[in-house]
């Protein structure tokens, strides 16, 4: 299987047969201030009838594009050498950081000594970079100094998405209901510099992972939704992580997790961040515990941070962790009907009780802030007691560790270190607001980030629709996240059909979120395609949706062979 | 193919393969106070290894039933015949109607001479039944005269789920957020009456569909879906929409509708109806349209009327009378970005552009009445000028055809015909809460049927999931019956699979929106689910979801071969 690797992954990826652009749409980049800016957007142009829209019968649209490279046919990707630096400049120039001679993680330095002729290791590692001493390489540092990163510029260029080149037509839309959001007309790279030093935003973009496409999480933006990818030991390789990774961005997702478990999971890791354009999380325990053979008891603080610092100097992102899962809780989760069903929670509670102390995650929270503004890891603080259920939605244990999060945030924020919070779960469509509420409360406006939620339990095959439903809802309310919830919840790993229809359930639930907050130019997308809808313009109401391949091919097959050259 | 139709057709329905009863679940039947009122019910029963939910450690929940004696393996249907004629007695005992000895309707009369011989002709035709001269044979004129119908006893037995017989546990759940609904702990056959006395909600069962099992709309009891089937010249037959509709109900449709155009509308509406046990609605004005060679400035009321007699005589349950688009309200249509995108509306603009004057729909609405009222059809009020994009949502001309609606419902209320409201269609998610609260000043709390609403345009192939996300907001707001929307809208016509598809997300937006308002009962479906998924019982867990099929093969596909026993 590994050998193989080499072999055919590459050549399946670098040349993707009829998977390049996206249909209808082809690569366009914008530049900003400097050359080294070019922000990337898929752009559909339309040759209308009318005038009515444009002055040469010409509409071009611009939509927001997670895709990176894989989808621009003059990029040659080659993943066995991965993505190009985009933000290696930037980095260095900041000369706040230095290169490594070795990785400073003894995992990774014995990973790197055993298995550097294994096929399954990435070939062209990159040296680790972290902050000289006493340094602080975060954005929220920065941005708290009141400087202007280029990686704030890109975003701001990234979020308008050349809205202001709209026809009148398309820019009209209804006025929304913010509910609490301030989402200006234009995003200025000023206000997203102010949102990251307010906490309210922000861009998971370590200084290892120089691949990656800078992106923003915040109220203020428009809703992000991330995918899950992950092998287990049974189910999957590292090429089809690969793949799928490439797969969940091209429809789609704003970040990717990995949350790979079994034997080569730091290989797996280097392959799929060398070759992502979009920020990767990790949630570190669970690569800590494989290392201690799934004893939890066996885990130590000093290995975690092993781990910590062996994933940072990787590039991963954003680490979930989950330090509020504290002892004196345990006893409300076993009230519950479903217990604690996170698994990094799960793992916490058993180390709590195998030792009978508080845990280490929250012991030892200041010194992984230390190491997090070392390589400018974000923090998802993660809800290791999120309910299982509809049953145990906004419970006391649920709301508990969501007031230890906020404490949580505060610490961090002393650091600089940039922080979001992750939200649950199970909850019925009425009580999200109120979760809404108590999570802007608790944790002082830092940016929400929940899997789904779920509004109902009977869905068992249908859960990427039970999410979506309560996605849109939290979403509206004022999560900035949406963590994706495929099919096979509850049942299995996602295939990748099953990621291509979380992905689009959970696009189609934050656009309806972005539509119900009054972004600025949100509704332009739906305009464009209603109107060439009512024009029998069928290529391009598939362009300007989420998902153009299905909707052309639901189409096709539908109609007479000859009917296809009239469409 | 239509000589295959008796055939096969009949074989294949009478001995499903494997498609008898719902996997984990057996039909049962509820008592009522007289033998001939049997409730039926899928009743799930699981092995518990605690007491700490029922005493011989049987836990016994009953789930609502639409699927009829298609999923009674102790049942024999022969769709030649069609299904027994549970509410005749009913019906005959009231006294207040009388047999026909021919169809009233000419077009009836004509097809029977004609085509009687056809193998298309459904060979068990019932005698059409009429109340007797200047009679009222509708629920609400019963229900005003404060008499409790069998149908009552029915509903009220069928809406409570035997949810007395629960364990405490089960029966724990969230206070709602009910938005106005007043639903009560348990529902009474007078509960029942006075709902549909008041008009807040509508049973449809002409008393021509006597094979009908009494189902209710309103909002104030569970929130019900309805599947639209119906054929096209080209793509599909007799056989298939029969199928369709056993397809329907099997997946949790609660009403059906027959949008069938072409050749033999009348003799597919035939099958469909006699073997039927979900009331069957129908828009006439499609049939009138295919009479008149789909001319539409040759429609009159005059064949227009023989139209409502023909389907009335036949048992179809509600009617979708578009009386809404009145001549002065096309104009502010034509300012829309998409105009108007309704099928009926379209019909009854171009019928009165052509003739210069009012629509024949609004203009004899009171004939209308009367023939309804004959029979017990319910009015489906139209909404022939929903808005077709985001853009249009909420505008002038809907809202003002809105306020017709609630004209012609005051008029209908003066017959004791019963009615319900259609509504939008395209509405972002912060303009739902705004369109029913119009919805209910304008049309004095007559129930709300809407189609999604679908919360974006730009999801072709997905607008199942998003008319799921506003249909579930709608519900919750007060809306009673959700029309599906499979991944086929705005592409062309659903299949099978489109059709279950549809369904299940549709059926999880109406329970996510039960629990939203609070409904008494509504969270013990979940809770059972969930501890089932908890204790790892996956058979008791597929059995309690809106699809076992599609979650037990989804986790059979994932397991290795010798895993399965064990779950």
Not at 216 to 224: A, C, S, W
Not at 267 to 290: C, D, F, H, K, M
Not at 513 to 541: C, I, M, T, V
Request: aromatic letters at 6%; proline letters at 5%.
């Amino acid at each position: 299987m590994m050998k193989q690797f080499h072999e055919d992954t590459n050549a399946r990826i670098s040349a993707p047969s009829g998977e390049a652009a996206v249909i209808g749409t082809r690569k366009v980049y914008v530049a900003g201030s400097r050359p080294d800016i070019r922000v990337p957007m898929k752009e559909v142009v339309q040759r209308l009838g009318d005038a009515e829209t444009c002055e040469d019968g010409l509409l071009k649209i611009h939509l927001y594009d997670t895709s990176g490279p894989f989808t621009d046919p003059g990029a040659s990707v080659d993943i066995r050498t991965g993505l190009s630096a985009m933000r290696g400049g930037w980095i260095v120039e900041r000369g706040d950081s230095e290169i490594l001679q070795a990785p400073s993680s003894e995992y990774a330095r014995q990973r790197l000594e055993r298995h550097r002729q294994e096929n399954y290791h990435f070939p062209s590692l990159r040296v680790p970079r972290r902050a000289t001493q006493g340094g602080n390489v975060t954005q929220m540092h920065y941005a708290r100094l009141g400087i202007v990163t280029p990686e704030m510029e890109f975003i701001a260029i990234r979020e308008n998405q050349r809205r202001e080149t709209l026809p009148d037509l398309l820019k009209k839309q209804h006025p929304g209901d913010a509910r609490g959001a301030s989402i200006p007309g234009i995003i200025t790279p000023e206000f997203v510099r102010d949102e990251v030093a307010a906490g309210r935003a922000v861009i998971p973009c370590n200084i290892n992972h120089p691949e990656s496409e800078p992106m923003i999480i915040g109220r203020n933006f428009l809703v992000k939704i991330n995918a899950n990818i992950g092998n287990s030991a049974l189910s999957s390789s590292i090429d089809e992580e690969v793949e799928k990774m490439i797969w969940a961005i091209r429809w789609g997702g704003d970040t990717v997790m990995d949350l790979s478990t079994g034997q080569n999971i730091h290989e797996t890791r280097e392959w799929i961040i060398r070759n992502s354009p979009v920020p990767i999380g990790t949630v570190p325990i669970y690569q800590a515990l494989e290392k201690v053979g799934g004893k939890a008891e066996d885990l130590s603080w000093e290995m975690f941070r092993d781990t910590l610092i062996e994933q940072a100097e990787q590039g991963v992102d954003y680490f979930t962790i989950h330090a509020g899962v504290r002892r004196n809780l345990l006893e409300a989760a076993q009230r519950r009907l479903t217990g604690i069903v996170s698994r990094g929670g799960s793992i916490m509670a058993r180390w709590c009780q195998a030792h009978g102390c508080e845990s280490f995650l929250y012991t030892h929270f200041e010194e992984i802030c230390e190491i997090a503004k070392a390589y400018d890891v974000t923090f998802s603080l993660g809800d290791g007691l999120r309910p299982g259920s509809i049953f145990d939605a906004n419970d006391e244990a649920q709301i508990a560790e969501l007031k230890t999060l906020g404490e949580l945030t505060q610490m961090a924020w002393r650091h600089d270190v940039q922080v979001m919070i992750e939200g649950p779960g199970h909850v019925p469509l009425h009580l999200i607001q109120e979760n809404m509420e108590l999570q802007l409360k608790y944790c002082h406006g830092a940016p929400f980030y929940t899997l789904g939620p779920l509004v109902t339990d009977i869905a068992p095959g249908y859960d990427h629709i039970t999410s979506a439903i309560g996605g849109a809802m939290m979403a509206w309310c004022g999560t900035a996240m949406l963590c994706y919830v495929t099919p096979k919840e509850h049942l299995g790993l996602p295939d990748k059909n099953d990621v291509r229809e979380g992905i689009v359930a959970h696009k189609i639930a934050a656009h309806a979120a972005d539509l119900a907050k009054g972004h600025p130019g949100a509704q332009a997308r739906d305009n464009a395609l209603s109107k060439a809808r009512y024009e029998f313009r069928w290529q391009d109401q598939f362009a300007l949706g989420l998902d153009p391949e299905r909707a052309m091919g639901i189409r096709r097959a539908l109609l007479p062979d000859d009917a296809e050259s009239k469409e």
